[in-house]
């Protein structure tokens, strides 16, 4: 037989027991509820947040640019500091098959180092897989309202880039294209693709580059805030940006 003390020892250890599984299954409890709290918070960051894509065309024909050309690609972010809800991703493409998209970015330094890791390499165009890439953006939370890219060159089935360009217009996913040079060829491509979307379009060499920064600031307000923002803010550029979108 158990002696009394014995079975004392059995009871008071049950009752430990039973009292570390209370307080196991609390602080479970507690703590999946801080993680459901947490992921709710960063959701509703996240369906506030405004995503926009901004795409490099990294082949070889711009390495003579390169580096005036990425000076100008960080004013993009540079434009949108003012405004917090503002997430980018960095896609651009380069080599024979490579295309890449950064996370979704709120931090300058974290965007700029993405940007200083990208240095050219020679192949075609990638323009489809591009616009591929954006489509699929479209759902989710916090959709993407708008594509910024910066080329040179078209060298894909113009058809097929039309189509895909159409299909961004019927999403109201609007192409900004930016054209460094003057080849005929890309700039008929580009005109023809930002006007297919909804978007717009303009061209740059190093002696606009101020331009550039001015029209990147307005895609950037026409994205936070759409036609209602361009119209307000008095802005030449904005005006400018306001007098493609509303022609088309």
């Known amino acids: ?15 430990r027991n039973a009292i570390a599984s ?3 299954k609390k602080t479970a409890s507690h703590d999946v509820s801080a ?32 580096a005036t050309a990425k000076k100008l690609h960080r004013d993009l972010f ?3 500091l003012d405004n917090t809800n503002l997430a980018i991703q960095l896609c651009y493409y380069r080599g024979l098959h490579e295309f890449q998209h950064s996370p979704w970015l709120t931090n300058a330094a974290e ?12 192949g075609p165009t990638q323009l489809e897989r591009l616009l591929r890439h ?38 109201k996913l609007p192409l900004f294209i930016f054209q460094e040079g003057q080849d005929a060829l890309a700039k008929s491509a580009f005109e023809m693709l930002a006007r297919r979307s909804g978007g ?8 606009s580059a101020q331009r550039l920064r001015d029209l990147l600031g307005a895609v950037v307000r026409f994205t936070a805030g759409g036609i209602k923002a361009l119209a ?10 306001l007098d493609q979108l509303r022609s088309d």
């Not at 916090?142 to 999403?171: M, Q, W």
């Open 1 to 15: 037989m158990l002696g009394i003390k014995h079975f004392s020892c059995l009871r008071h250890s049950g009752e």
């Open 22 to 24: 209370k307080l196991v």
């Open 35 to 66: 993680f459901l709290s947490k992921a709710k918070a960063i959701q509703s960051v996240q369906s506030r947040q405004t995503k926009l894509i901004f795409a490099l065309d990294a082949t070889a024909s711009r390495e003579p640019t390169w």
């Open 78 to 80: 540079n434009a949108s």
């Open 111 to 122: 965007l700029l180092a993405h940007m200083d890791d990208v240095v050219c390499l020679g």
């Open 134 to 171: 954006y489509l699929a953006q479209r759902g989710g939370l916090a959709p993407v309202k708008a594509l910024v890219f910066v080329g040179d060159a078209v060298e894909e089935n113009n058809d097929t880039l039309a189509a895909l360009a159409g299909e961004c217009g019927l999403y």
């Open 200 to 207: 717009a379009y303009a061209s740059f060499d190093h002696n």
């Open 232 to 241: 307000q803010s008095g802005r030449e550029s904005d005006k400018l940006l």
